[in-house]
């Protein structure tokens, strides 16, 4: 079908989505307990979970670039 | 989660908005048609034989349609997350018209658009908790640079999938669905009502803008798409399920942005990443440096009619919308604790 290799593409789209959710449900979320054991103040904590975030995104559009790259030399041998 | 107890007259309410937005757009868009052309106010379709003109913008009757139904519910209610929703609609809508009348640079509608984000946190219709599929996160502060960056980016991102005649209203049909029912089971009552406009104006418009289009929406039409969708999916606590469901036009925009590598209206682009070739099917293009874009991948596999690859943006769109009702399962589990 035509847009068989779209539909890979949104589905991975869709699976990296929802790992990064995963990621900051379980991980970033709770990082000052985890780390810090409530130690740290609630701004400097939400001031480094926000940064992690931004990084987590500029590595989704790493990814999601990489995975463009890949599809456009298998489609349009670009 | 709904409220469908009785007396809360949800249905009575959700008929009423409903039926205004449908009939505003369904009857006043052939006399919008025949103002537009007696103005002088067309542009070319070039996709078709000849060149026919069509009249352009549908934005101000999707407006009407929308701006008449959520001021009914706003006196029925008195929620002031409707005015809200309204207002960002209102604001997207005059930053699209100005682009309608003037080619502007590339970054002046994402810029103008922040403005259309006010509303929602001057009369706070967004919440503390951001619903993330597998739980929510309290980010009472962050909320509000979110708030401004969804805006622009998703009146832009419905802005770039008006490629061919009736694909953005269609589109914009088929993913408010998994919306509307993560709105019913994350939001409550008064959002959803607030969303039934967007879903019903549209379908009254798009019996005119399916292919081959009487009318084109313009920038005005999808700016208020684009930015009502982005507010109601705020207030409506499903940002998450909202960007799952616009997954091709995010993609189409993606794609865009990371081969162009700048802000940069379609129009200002010298390449284009389409061909018409005589028989008007529409081929990819084999530029180097054309932008890549959805389209062209669809026709990387060889020509379509401009109706056949409306037909497979379609396709796609109901296969991100089936993503987003899964991810709508996924987190109706983890926030009910799992049971």
Redesign the interface.
């Known amino acids: 079908m035509?847009?068989t290799?779209?539909?890979g593409?949104?589905?991975a789209?869709?699976v990296m989505?929802?790992a990064i959710?995963?990621f900051?449900?379980?991980f970033?979320?709770p990082i000052d307990f985890i780390l810090f054991r409530n130690g740290l103040d609630r701004f400097v904590i939400?001031l480094m979970?926000?940064s992690i975030?931004i990084v987590i995104i500029v590595m989704l559009?790493w990814g999601?670039?990489k995975m463009?790259e890949i599809?456009?030399q298998k489609?349009?041998q670009? | 989660m709904l409220d469908l107890s009785f007396g809360n007259n949800i249905l009575i309410y959700g008929v009423i908005v409903s039926t205004t937005s449908f009939l505003v757009t369904l009857i006043a868009t052939p006399k919008m048609i025949s103002s537009l052309i007696a103005q002088g106010s067309v542009v070319q379709d070039y996709h078709k034989p000849g060149r026919p003109n069509v009249p352009r913008p549908a934005g101000p009757i999707l407006l009407g349609g929308i701006v008449a139904s959520e001021i009914i519910l706003y006196l029925l209610t008195l929620n002031m997350t409707i005015m809200a929703i309204m207002l960002t609609t209102v604001i997207a809508f005059v930053v699209g018209l100005i682009d309608d009348r003037k080619v502007l640079p590339g970054w002046f509608k994402p810029i103008a658009l922040i403005a259309a984000a006010m509303p929602l946190i001057i009369f706070g219709a967004h919440g503390t908790h951001l619903n993330l599929v597998f739980g929510n996160a309290f980010i009472p502060l962050l909320y509000i640079p979110l708030i401004l960056a969804i805006i622009p980016i998703v009146g832009n991102t419905i802005n770039s999938i008006d490629v061919l005649n009736g694909v953005v209203t269609g589109f914009v049909i088929i993913t408010t669905m998994p919306l509307l029912l993560s709105i019913a089971i994350f939001g409550d009552n008064d959002v959803f009502l607030a969303a039934l406009p967007l879903l019903f104006g549209t379908i009254g418009l798009y019996g005119y803008h399916k292919f081959p289009s009487k009318i084109f929406v313009g920038d005005s039409g999808t700016l208020v798409m684009g930015s009502m969708y982005g507010a109601i999916a705020i207030a409506g606590n499903s940002e998450i399920i909202g960007v799952i469901a616009l997954l091709p036009a995010v993609m189409n925009s993606f794609l865009f942005l990371s081969s162009v590598k700048k802000i940069v209206e379609h129009r200002q682009v010298k390449e284009r990443p389409t061909i018409i070739r005589a028989d008007f099917k529409l081929a990819a293009s084999k530029e180097k440096n054309a932008p890549i874009t959805l389209v062209r991948l669809i026709l990387a596999d060889g020509p379509l009619s401009e109706r056949e690859i409306g037909y497979y943006i379609f396709k796609l769109a109901v296969f991100s919308s089936s993503l987003a009702f899964i991810s709508i399962l996924i987190q109706y589990y983890f926030l009910s604790g799992g049971r």
């Open positions: 035509r847009v290799g779209l539909l593409f949104i589905t789209m869709w989505i929802l959710t995963a900051l449900i379980n970033i979320a939400s979970q926000a975030a559009v999601l670039n463009k599809y456009m489609k349009l670009l």
